[in-house]
């Protein structure tokens, strides 16, 4: 669910920057995603970390602390000697939820 306190937070009253950050996230996050799911295919897990990393940055500016939680438990075990089944679990669950949120923030600027 969108945050409105951490969008106050980040944006104020700015309607037009927050605008702006969502149609960049909206346009750039469906990459980040699929260059994760393509880094765990491929067994790149550093690729896999980086881009956890960097959706985790661009996602907290809407307030889905769920997501970056995923995220950040992604990064880490990426990052770890962890199984490749628990990181395809993680990963999945991360893009089911990632579903909802990017749909949510796509309405705001449609």
Request: hydrophobic fraction near 45%.
């Amino acid at each position: 669910m969108i945050d409105q306190k951490t969008i106050s937070t980040y944006f104020g009253d700015d309607d037009s920057l927050l605008r702006k950050f969502v149609a960049v996230f909206v346009r750039e996050s469906p990459l980040l995603v699929n260059l994760m799911d393509e880094a765990l295919a491929s067994g790149d897990r550093n690729a896999l970390a980086l881009h956890a990393h960097t959706l985790k940055s661009q996602i907290k500016y809407f307030g889905y602390p769920e997501l970056v939680q995923q995220l950040q438990e992604i990064e880490h075990m990426a990052e770890q000697p962890v199984p490749t089944p628990l990181l395809h679990g993680l990963l999945s669950e991360f893009n089911r939820d990632f579903r909802g949120a990017y749909e949510a923030l796509s309405a705001i600027v449609l």
